[in-house]
């Protein structure tokens, strides 16, 4: 079984910055893809950003510009920079590692709220 632990939430005002940390309990060097998903008070849950084995990133149109994925395998972390928050990307924001088509785990989740 694997355990995914994301740290790093808290609350910012718009325009600030977070980084939070996607920490595995077993080694990510196997898995296809990490990413990081979001879900808003009453909306489904949507991909912001994954990395895959490879080094490849991809992002939500929301998060260009704004947001950075990152890995370091040798510590089984997982990061996502987020600069220029604003009050739309508040959110509980979940670590999500893909292992194969029916092999995922997802953390529980931290919170991210940008207000004023």
């Known amino acids: 079984q694997v355990q995914l632990w994301e740290s790093g939430g808290g609350s910012v005002q718009p325009g600030g910055s977070l980084r939070l940390s996607c920490a595995a309990s077993?080694?990510?060097?196997?898995?296809?893809?990490m990413g990081w998903y979001r879900q808003a008070p009453g909306k489904q849950r949507e991909l912001v950003a994954t990395?895959?084995?490879?080094?490849?990133?991809t992002y939500a149109d929301s998060a260009k510009g704004r947001f950075t994925v990152s890995r370091d395998v040798a510590k089984n972390t997982v990061d996502l920079q987020m600069n220029s928050l604003k009050p739309e990307d508040t959110a509980v924001y979940y670590c999500?590692?893909?292992?194969?088509?029916?092999?995922?785990?997802w953390g529980q989740g931290t919170q991210v709220t940008v207000s004023s």
């Open positions: 999500k590692a893909t292992y194969s088509i029916r092999v995922a785990y």
């Open positions: 077993v080694s990510i060097s196997s898995t296809t893809a």
């Open positions: 990395i895959a084995s490879d080094g490849d990133t």
